[in-house]
């Protein structure tokens, strides 16, 4: 019995193309590989230009009186305010539950729907049973088709959305209204929520995720501001209060885009070249790569390149209005991993740290900036539930398949 087990066992072994080790025989090994490994990427887009191009500044998650539960917030108020505070940008997303999944008819067709200094993008947010999404457009688009389908599988969610050409982006994906769909849908990642800071680490855990399986999701910040400072004390709620804490611009999402144009901005947060800062007066933060160490940077945040095998010089900075006589401590984080502390000081605060991305698979860095807050005056209690946080970039890549 014993003989018979032990020659069944050899049997099993070699119909499924194992063998081993028996008076000095070497075992057969199995040749299977995996198709969906990461490959090696022959060639890749160029890189567009890191100085044809502008710096604008704005708030992709507002809502006005159109949403129910906002109050003292009319749109004529969020322009008037967006302006005075230097925003370029700003899309309004009210709750497309509460007008039947039609702002073309509210939100869009309102006669203060008008800027002529702010690019208003078209957008709502889709609020559903599994959670909550922003849509930007540079465009009117036909947003009851995606208020129809929100109930249904993500392959016809997904459809949907492609034949309507918008851009979907999670909204605080780890709140209690989480983004409970697939992210194969998505071309961004609400990674900062609010004025508050410290609720958005899950956020971030699951943006690191996307980003180590091979998704190039781009992450952006968004007040979520729902209500205004109220005219006259008798128009006061017991939320009037948050307009000091949690207004437009806490944070503000900065995009280099190619024009000043509502298509450029939706197209450079499409490509990841943003980054976030707690409020519109903080300093931008700016991330770049040299790849052949000559001095000149080659890459920005969002860009994606093929590794050479060989050291990458990264450089960080701060732009705008940093404290003077201050330190910034900038976290560098590798393949979702903690890799790096450095201090960085001066007038124009800028520090460069060498790493060598992997020859083979995908490699990502982003950093994060933390020190003194820059005041936001006109939202004065937003600065204590920033903490020490200053801004964020988006990823620079290394050897991502475009066609993930």
């Known amino acids: 019995m014993r003989f018979k087990h032990t020659k069944n066992m050899l049997t099993g072994m070699l119909c499924t193309g194992f063998f081993i080790m028996i008076g000095g025989a ?39 009186n159109h949403s129910k539960d906002a109050s003292n917030n009319p749109v ?85 959305k492609k034949e309507l050409g918008i851009h979907l982006s999670a909204n605080h994906p780890s709140g209690k209204d989480h983004f409970g769909y697939s992210y194969d849908m998505v071309e961004s990642i609400e990674v900062w929520n609010s004025a ?11 943006w690191d995720d996307m980003l180590s399986s091979g998704r190039k999701l781009t992450g952006r910040g968004g007040s979520d501001s729902h209500h205004g400072t109220p005219d006259t004390p008798d128009k006061a709620t017991k939320n009037s209060g ?37 409020n ?33 010089k990264f450089r960080v900075q701060l732009t705008g209005n940093t404290v003077a006589d201050s330190s910034y401590t900038v976290s560098i984080v590798k393949n979702g991993n903690p890799y790096s502390t450095i201090k960085m000081t001066g007038k124009k605060p800028m520090v460069e740290f060498t790493d060598t991305p992997a020859l083979h698979g995908r490699s990502f860095y982003r950093v ?7 005041a ?20 620079i890549y290394f050897n991502f398949d475009p066609n993930f």
């Not at 075992?27 to 060639?43: F, G, L």
């Not at 508050?196 to 699951?206: E, G, H, L, R, T």
Request: glycine share 6%; charged share 20%; aromatic share 8%.
């Open 376 to 395: 936001y005056p006109e939202v004065p209690l937003s600065m204590a539930l920033s903490g020490n946080m200053v801004g964020l970039s988006n990823p």
């Open 76 to 160: 004529s108020k969020i322009v008037a305010f967006s302006e005075s505070v230097g925003m370029d940008y700003i899309c309004i997303t009210d709750h497309d539950n509460h007008v039947n999944g039609d702002p073309a008819n509210n939100t869009w067709a309102d006669p203060e729907f008008k800027s002529k200094s702010l690019l208003l993008l078209y957008g709502e947010e889709w609020t559903t049973t599994r959670g909550h999404g922003n849509v930007f457009s540079a465009r009117p688009y036909d947003h009851q088709r995606l208020y129809d389908v929100r109930d249904q599988r993500d392959v016809v969610v997904g459809a949907v």
């Open 26 to 64: 070497a075992m057969a090994q199995s040749t299977h590989t995996n198709p969906w490994a990461p490959r090696d990427i022959d060639t890749l887009p160029p890189i567009a230009s890191l100085s044809k191009g502008v710096w604008l500044k704005g708030d992709l998650h507002l809502h006005s």
């Open 280 to 312: 519109p007066y903080a300093p931008r933060v700016e991330f770049y790569a040299d790849l052949n160490e000559d001095g000149k940077m080659d890459m920005m945040m969002g860009d994606n390149a093929k590794s050479t095998g060989k050291p990458v």
């Open 368 to 374: 994060t900036v933390e020190g003194p807050q820059t």
């Open 242 to 278: 948050q307009a000091k804490a949690n207004y437009i611009g806490t944070p503000t999402t900065w995009v280099f885009a190619t024009a000043r144009t509502k298509q450029a901005v939706v197209d450079a947060l499409t490509n990841g070249r943003v980054c976030v800062s707690a």
């Open 196 to 206: 508050v800071w410290p609720k958005n680490a899950n956020a971030i855990m699951i």
